[in-house]
T-cell receptor, first 114, second 114 residues
Framework: AQSVAQPEDQVNVAEGNPLTVKCTYSVSGNPYLFWYVQYPNRGLQFLLKYITGDNLVKGSYGFEAEFNKSQTSFHLKKPSALVSDSALYFCAVRDNAGANNLFFGTGTRLTVIP | DGGITQSPKYLFRKEGQNVTLSCEQNLNHDAMYWYRQDPGQGLRLIYYSQIVNDFQKGDIAEGYSVSREKKESFPLTVTSAQKNPTAFYLC?????????????FGQGTRLTVV
């Protein structure tokens, strides 16, 4: 069965420092991996995805994520955090075995401290 | 201006009442989805539809009903059988049934039982 784990409920980082939001997954086939961001009382905005190819994926707003098959991880990163990056981040996974669903993690709240 | 529109943004329901949440998209997407978001639980799939006049139950369909009479519209009815309906509801759509494409989300409807 597919599942996603975001081990940290909260991540705090100082403005200008690099940030990492962790995600590990479990799927029965090859994974399709996604990161979304949610601002208060808003819907989810797509950041980036990994389908195949290069393990380092670049997305919106300077975010990137690294796919690591051996560790079944897809951590979200940014070299220099901005206060405006403060939000709730969701990792999601779908395998290619046929299930038409996107499984979400429980979310990680990122706070960037000025 | 293309996108997904959910209405209303806030909705209050008395116990025992049915309420319907609206979701409209003008992205020409075939697939549409309803998710429920509760604090600390991520997003859980209620129903999804890949084509008009067809829909499938997700993980937490009990107490909910949907229809897909038009490609653009996928309303969700929260019935009196749903025992704990207070939550944030998110509608999403995608070009295919989430094979390798990201989902686009509406801004959400916050439902509160009073």
């Amino acid at each position: 069965a597919q599942s996603v784990a975001q081990p940290e409920d909260q991540v705090n980082v100082a403005e200008g420092n690099p940030l990492t939001v962790k995600c590990t997954y479990s799927v029965s086939g090859n994974p399709y991996l996604f990161w979304y961001v949610q601002y208060p009382n808003r819907g989810l905005q797509f950041l980036l995805k990994y389908i195949t190819g290069d393990n380092l994926v670049k997305g919106s707003y300077g975010f990137e994520a690294e796919f690591n098959k051996s560790q079944t991880s897809f951590h979200l990163k940014k070299p220099s955090a901005l206060v405006s990056d403060s939000a709730l981040y969701f990792c999601a996974v779908r395998d290619n075995a046929g299930a038409n669903n996107l499984f979400f993690g429980t979310g990680t709240r990122l706070t960037v401290i000025p | 201006d293309g996108g997904i529109t959910q209405s209303p943004k806030y909705l209050f329901r008395k116990e025992g009442q049915n309420v319907t949440l609206s979701c409209e998209q003008n992205l020409n997407h075939d697939a549409m989805y309803w998710y429920r978001q509760d604090p600390g639980q991520g997003l859980r799939l209620i129903y999804y539809s890949q084509i008009v006049n067809d829909f499938q139950k997700g993980d937490i369909a009990e107490g909910y009903s949907v229809s897909r009479e038009k490609k653009e519209s996928f309303p969700l009815t929260v019935t009196s059988a749903q025992k704990n309906p207070t939550a944030f509801y998110l509608c999403a759509s995608s070009t295919q049934a989430l094979v390798n494409t990201e989902a686009f989300f509406g801004q959400g409807t916050r439902l509160t039982v009073v």
